[in-house]
């Protein structure tokens, strides 16, 4: 069984279609990046896949359960770390992720067994007793990754994890983020070419809400003659399909 | 059950390490206890008696509730908080829930120090200040409602504006702590009557003077202000919720 599969999966807004027709597959333990620039479609399909907006029409299954008739299963199956901060700022990096734990039904000790082992992983131990509000930008990014995965998602939505990050936060969330590969499947949105070419297995570029091209990194190059993802993605945006 | 207690712990742990949350919910209708109590010890006329002021700056007090939950909705909406929660298996009754009752002990614990203030400057001791307790709750109502409303449809900004200097000022004039809004008379003492919080500080003050039961008109006015209130939040909550 794949991770996703949508099938005509559609987004109107009135006479808008921000998403049309998409169809997609993400195979199980994929680093899946789906690139485009802005008003691409790329925030509607997070949207839509991570049932926080109903599809106009269309269906998409996430581990065959489908986001149109089964939500509440598909919630259980899934975590999102949106782009802004999505912690609780005078809540403690610890309390923030025992809530998390808690919302998905972890006991109270459980939860604190979670928080625990979730902050050794992101190196947050030395912050676990600090107001989340406080801590940097990078620091925040990493905890609102590790609030997403104590809830053991078997699907991830990444929505610009590293946007605003420095080079050396940016290179360590990296690290955290390819740990994951093969554990579980992840959505990556990015607009880093190089972010997307560093992580992800394939990647998909959209376009006027439709998917334009799926393949790896190296496939998109060649598809396109470029030398680099950049390149690619540019040239594809010069035919006006992007 | 259990995820709107862990979710009203949140609420309710972000108000109170505020510390504004501390100096305008405790601190500041305690200064303006003193401060009137002051001039009405210089002055020959009854303007601010304290079993009058005590009531009334209780009420205000609680104005302040719908500034802090408001300004707490409005900045989960801004940081995407709310998103992230979205995704989880909660039901939007879970949110509401946890975003109304912790302000409800917020609101007796409110109450309760300024009616021991009063008492310390000398707001002789009955026991109808239980009373007085009592008939905090359905008047905390209207404020607590008004917090979600608010937070539903406004940014923090807006929020700091409408609930910060608004609302405070709303129910500060046209609840009659601070003069008799029957001396004024015409469309000021209509739109005080309209609405809840003249209603509200004249139940506190009728509590505290044991006469209560022939007053609970006002009573029913607070009630149907605070059901009608409860209704439009929960609709603003649920269309902002969809909206995301």
Redesign the interface.
């Known amino acids: 069984m794949n991770a996703i599969e949508t099938h005509g999966l559609t987004k109107r807004y009135g006479a808008l279609t921000a998403v049309d027709g998409l169809e997609l597959t993400v195979r199980r333990g994929e680093l899946f990046a789906l690139l485009g620039v802005n008003g691409a479609g790329k925030t509607t399909t997070i949207k839509m896949l991570?049932?926080?907006?109903r599809p106009s029409a269309g269906e998409a299954l996430l581990l065959g359960k489908s986001v149109v008739r089964e939500p509440?299963d598909v919630?259980?199956l899934?975590?999102?770390?949106?782009?802004?901060?999505?912690?609780?700022?005078?809540?403690t990096v610890r309390?923030n992720l025992e809530?998390?734990a808690?919302?998905?039904g972890a006991g109270r000790s459980a939860a604190r067994e979670k928080a625990r082992e979730l902050a050794a992983r992101f190196s947050l131990e030395e912050q676990m007793d600090r107001?989340a509000g406080k801590l940097s930008g990078g620091w925040q990014r990493r905890l609102s990754i590790a609030?997403?995965l104590i809830?053991e998602p078997k699907i991830l939505f990444l929505d610009e994890p590293t946007l605003g990050l420095d080079v050396l936060a940016r290179a360590e969330l990296w690290e955290q983020i390819r740990a994951l590969k093969g554990e579980i499947t992840v959505i990556l949105t990015t607009h880093y070419m190089e972010e997307a070419e560093a992580l992800s297995d394939r990647i998909g570029v959209m376009g006027r809400g439709r998917l334009l091209r799926v393949g790896s990194a190296a496939e998109l190059e060649a598809e396109t003659g470029a030398d680099s993802l950049e390149a690619a993605f540019i040239a594809l945006a010069k035919e006006g399909k992007v | 059950m259990?995820?709107t207690a862990?979710?009203s712990r949140?609420t309710a742990?972000?108000i109170l390490?505020?510390p504004l949350t501390l100096f305008f919910g405790l601190g500041f209708p305690l200064i303006l206890l003193a401060l009137l109590t002051a001039i009405q010890a210089n002055i020959p006329e009854k303007l601010f008696v304290l079993d009058q002021l005590a009531p009334g700056i209780s009420v205000f007090g609680l104005s302040f509730l719908s500034l802090f939950s408001a300004l707490l909705l409005s900045?989960d909406r801004?940081?995407?908080?709310l998103?992230?929660?979205?995704?989880?298996?909660?039901r939007p009754v879970h949110y509401i829930l946890s975003y109304m009752l912790p302000l409800l002990p917020m609101a007796l614990l409110q109450s309760l120090v300024c009616y021991g203030f009063a008492l310390i400057l000398g707001l002789p001791w009955s026991w109808n200040l239980l009373l007085c307790l009592a008939v905090t709750i359905p008047v905390s109502w209207i404020f607590i409602a008004l917090g979600l409303l608010f937070g539903s449809l406004l940014n923090e900004k807006q929020v700091g504006g409408v609930c910060g200097a608004l609302l405070t000022n709303l129910t500060g004039w046209l609840s009659g702590i601070w003069f008799d809004v029957n001396l004024v008379g015409g469309a000021f003492l209509t739109a005080a009557k309209l609405l809840p919080f003249y209603h509200g500080v004249a139940l506190a003050r009728a509590a505290y003077a044991g006469t209560l039961t022939e007053h609970l008109d006002h009573l029913w006015v607070v009630l149907a202000w605070g059901a009608a209130l409860t209704a439009a939040a929960m609709w603003a909550f649920l269309r902002q919720m969809r909206k995301?």
Do not use: F, W
């Not at chain 1, 899934?78 to 809540?91: D, G």
């Open positions: 991570s049932c926080l907006t509440e919630k259980r899934i975590a999102v770390s949106p782009q802004e901060t999505a912690v609780a700022p005078k809540l309390e809530l998390m808690g919302i998905h107001q609030m997403a809830l | 259990r995820q862990l979710l949140r742990k972000e390490r505020d900045k801004g940081s995407a908080l998103l992230r929660l979205y995704t989880t298996p909660l995301n």
